[in-house]
């Protein structure tokens, strides 16, 4: 948030100099609540602005800074109605305080309503034009609407005020990988761990795009980091289990997948991931388990669905019931469902790669996952050749962090043995 110099005097200020001494109990009161708010204490923040504001003799400008003070605090608790209620108070009592703007954006973008967001931010700019929290929170609200190069030329701008916030790098950074600029987003988490060295998200996203660039080695060593850095944060360990399967290492990738899973014994992803590394290694009684148990907790996912059945071609186990009982379950709308229709014989591999190309994936995502899928196929039913041509083509062409590259490697391994 907002902490500016300018901005705590004139907190201080407004809450501090009263015309009215029958006010002084009340200021000290909302004093409180900010020194609270500023520890962390939400709740009991929230409670000292309640009691603040029963004063009826606050001048118009100090009942907007309570009204500020206790809308940020809600906002930050979650109780997102409350927040916005006070917050639009305190915009209406004191209009030129930049800081209740932030929140409110804040919200939109949490509500994914980036327009909004956009439009509050932009308004704190004028009000406060060289500050870098506002230019940081606009720079990420104009990412998500697309806007990447006015998102990246906002953080230029905010890094020119603070080229020592290693957040302004690392959010540049995002910015660039949705340009599609590995390069720039890699020299910017770069920046970022030199000005932050304990900054875990950095050394993560770091390590995928070093896993993208074929540098799996090099990106364990990240993952490696950010696990030391934050040992319970379970998408670390899911993205090194990741890295390890697009080396073959399938026994550390599993080794990694059950530490995450002690952690985080719910998650349908990790059971997924587990349940395709039990697959490479031919346990298939243990890859069906963690399957079924994808499928159980994400019914309407067609990914679960579809690498339960593979699991079951690969181990010669009949499974028309299942499968059909499966595939009746999922969600039609959403990719990969046709592929389930390839697999159930009501669609053939020309449909599925229109299926692909329509869901208009920048990142050929969805291209690689055709022709695994259809690969894999043919491998099963079809033309061995056909397969080996698609398979090898995912190798060659996709995204070693995708994951039906390791896939393709694992099948094509299988194959030569």
Request: charged share 25%.
């Amino acid at each position: 948030m907002p902490r500016s110099l300018a901005i705590s005097m004139l907190i201080l200020a407004l809450l501090t100099f009263a015309p009215v001494r029958a006010q002084e109990p009340a200021l000290g009161v909302g004093r409180a609540a900010f020194d609270a708010k500023m520890r962390g204490q939400f709740a009991l923040a929230i409670g000292l602005f309640d009691r603040a504001l029963l004063e009826s003799n606050l001048s118009t400008a100090q009942r907007g800074m309570l009204y500020y003070g206790r809308g940020a605090s809600y906002q930050q608790l979650e109780v997102t109605g409350r927040a916005l209620s006070d917050l639009d108070a305190a915009i209406v009592l004191l209009p030129d305080f930049p800081n209740s703007y932030v929140y409110r954006a804040l919200i939109w973008i949490v509500e994914r309503r980036y327009e909004q967001a956009i439009e509050d931010l932009n308004f704190a700019r004028k009000l406060v034009p060289k500050d870098p929290t506002i230019l940081m929170n606009l720079g990420s609200a104009l990412a998500r609407v697309g806007q990447v190069d006015r998102a990246i030329e906002t953080y230029d701008q905010a890094i020119a005020e603070r080229p020592d916030a290693a957040r302004l790098y690392y959010n540049r950074a995002v910015a660039y990988i949705l340009k599609k600029d590995r390069g720039k987003a890699l020299s910017d988490f770069n920046q970022a761990i030199v000005l932050e060295p304990n900054f875990a998200d950095a050394y993560e996203n770091r390590g995928v795009l070093l896993v993208v660039d074929g540098k799996a080695e090099q990106a364990i060593a990240d993952f490696d980091a950010a696990i030391k850095l934050s040992p319970r944060d379970v998408k670390f360990r899911e993205n090194r289990a990741n890295a390890l399967l697009t080396l073959s290492r399938y026994r550390e990738a599993l080794d990694e997948f059950d530490s995450a899973l002690k952690i985080d014994p719910g998650n349908p992803t990790l059971y997924l991931g587990r349940g395709r590394t039990h697959l490479f290694l031919g346990n298939f009684d243990a890859s069906f388990e963690d399957l079924k148990t994808a499928v159980r907790l994400r019914p309407l996912n067609p990914y679960p669905v579809i690498w339960l059945h593979i699991a079951r071609l690969h181990a010669n186990d009949r499974d028309a019931d299942e499968f059909a009982e499966n595939a009746a379950r999922i969600k039609r709308d959403t990719w990969p469902s046709a592929v389930v229709d390839l697999y159930l014989g009501t669609s053939n591999s020309e449909q599925i790669v229109s299926a692909a190309q329509a869901t208009k994936d920048e990142t050929g995502k969805r291209a690689c996952e055709a022709d695994f899928f259809v690969g894999d196929y043919e491998g099963h039913r079809g033309d061995p050749t056909k397969s080996k041509e698609l398979l090898e083509r995912v190798v060659a062409k996709c995204r070693a962090f995708d994951a039906v590259y390791s896939a393709a490697q694992s099948e094509l391994d299988l194959a030569v043995r």
